[in-house]
């Protein structure tokens, strides 16, 4: 069975002449092994404020690991994205209201530099910078899904799953996973976009702004009760017309066992119904038993099987997008294991 069935250019290059540090398989199918191409946007302005857990520490965990991967020749790297802002309105204008992005652009900052969107959402003065070059990555990325397809992990901050078309909320801006999703809807007719979230917390924003757009199905497993509130699974409905939405509240304490059964019973018979052209993944890793900020109890054993389910599924083009995990070490562990999951 065919799993992705484009892949980068041999040459290691992107359409803008942006290289790699390493080579990429050329084609992919299940006898295959696939080198996921990693994005990396540190967002090294942007700022929550002293001793928040989203922070620049995360992100500098993961490059020694993605180093390491590239050097082993596990996955292919690229860095240094700078930001444009006309792909700040080309990639977020369709999933966030236009009112929301001018404010954000002309944000009156106060003296100390770092103001607060929503309790838990700083935007200092580099934040603005981050997010404009994530879009530009996520604009390759659609570039890139057009041309050819492949497999993609976009490392960035801030994450997003839970930033709203109007507003911020919890260390979130803006909504990556959301403007892949809605771009790739909007810009192919023929495309059937499924969106997973596997967070700790529900991807409220993702289903937000998601609801109500044709040829989309929307997954997320989260603990619940729990932040942000929502994702009860009372109200999973076809509300998005393509498949609808999938709401699978845990409990506090699920364990890689329990989510091994709710994965293969609940998730994958959906998304295998659903036949998606392109899967987009909200790959949060705070669901880890080790994390400060969830109750869960998963390991790096989860986080592999879900990267390896998600390669058997017969998608031309997948995106991972990098949301929570707070404990850096189990941080680290948890996004190694899915990578290998998903190019294994």
Wanted: charged share 20%.
């Amino acid at each position: 069975m065919l799993i992705v069935a484009r892949c980068l250019s041999p040459r290691g290059v992107f359409p803008s002449g942006k290289r790699f540090f390493s080579h990429h398989s050329t084609c992919r199918n299940e006898d295959v092994s696939v080198k996921p191409a990693i994005f990396f946007l540190p967002g090294e302005g942007h700022s929550n404020g002293p001793g928040h857990p989203e922070g620049l520490r995360r992100l500098n965990t993961l490059d020694h690991l993605f180093k390491r991967l590239a050097a082993e020749g596990k996955a292919t790297l690229s860095e240094q994205w700078k930001g444009d802002p006309k792909n700040f309105y080309r990639v977020y204008e369709g999933p966030h209201l236009q009112q929301y992005l001018e404010s954000l652009l002309s944000f009156p900052f106060p003296p100390g530099g770092i103001a607060r969107l929503d309790p838990d959402t700083g935007f200092s003065r580099g934040s603005l910078s981050a997010i404009q070059a994530t879009s530009s990555a996520i604009s390759t990325l659609l570039q890139l899904r057009h041309q050819e397809g492949g497999l993609y992990f976009l490392a960035e901050r801030p994450p997003g799953h839970h930033a709203l078309s109007g507003r911020a909320m919890g260390f979130c801006i803006v909504n990556h996973t959301a403007a892949i999703a809605w771009n790739i809807l909007h810009q192919d007719p023929e495309a059937r976009v499924a969106v997973f979230d596997f967070d700790v917390h529900h991807g409220n924003g993702t289903e937000e702004i998601l609801r109500g757009q044709d040829r989309c199905l929307f997954i997320s497993t989260h603990q619940y009760p729990f932040y942000p509130g929502t994702g009860s699974g009372r109200d999973n409905s076809d509300r998005l017309r393509g498949e609808g939405i999938l709401d699978i509240p845990l409990a506090e304490g699920t364990d890689d066992a329990a989510y091994h059964k709710i994965l293969g019973e609940q998730v994958l018979p959906r998304l295998e119904r659903f036949r998606p052209t392109d899967l987009i993944v909200s790959a949060g890793f705070d669901a880890h038993r080790e994390d400060p900020l969830g109750g869960l109890f998963l390991t790096e054993e989860t986080y592999h099987e879900i990267g390896n389910s998600i390669r058997k599924l017969d998608c031309r083009f997948i995106a991972s997008v990098l949301e929570g995990g707070y404990n850096l070490e189990a941080l680290s562990r948890s996004v190694e294991s899915y990578l290998n999951g998903i190019g294994s």
